[in-house]
Nanobody
Framework: QVQLVESGGGLVQPGGSLTLSCIAS????????MGWYRQAPGKQRELVAT???????NYSDSVKGRFTISRDYAKKMVFLQMNSLNPDDTAVYYC????????????????WGQGTQVTVSS
């Protein structure tokens, strides 16, 4: 079974920064893609950023230039450095993993974390 656990959310003032972390656990051999989605109240879940193995990050237009995604492949972690936050960034942020190669399983995902709340407010 694959589990994704996020951390690092919280309350931050406009213009501030936060870093989200997510670690994957389970009998995992490899993960091709990891990333972040978010869901604001009353809105659909939307892509924030993803990074496939061996590639640079893909970002939504709304966060490009402000957010940076990175991975630690050995630790099976993904990070999201968020700068210049504004109230429109307020949402629950979900960690995502796809094409996850699990020993003894044919289920490659996608898998989702439980989410971490990010609130941008003065």
């Amino acid at each position: 079974q694959v589990q994704l656990v996020e951390s690092g959310g919280g309350l931050v003032q406009p213009g501030g920064s936060l870093t989200l972390s997510c670690i994957a656990s389970g009998n995992i051999n490899d993960i091709y893609e990891m990333g972040w989605y978010r869901q604001a109240p009353g809105k659909q879940r939307e892509l924030v950023a993803t990074v496939p193995r061996g590639h640079s990050g893909n970002y939504s237009d709304s966060v490009k230039g402000r957010f940076t995604i990175s991975r630690d492949y050995a630790k099976k972690m993904v990070f999201l450095q968020m700068n210049s936050l504004n109230p429109d960034d307020t949402a629950v942020y979900y960690c995502y993993a796809n094409e996850v190669w699990v020993r003894g399983s044919d289920n490659v995902g996608p898998y989702w974390g439980q989410g971490t709340q990010v609130t941008v407010s003065s």
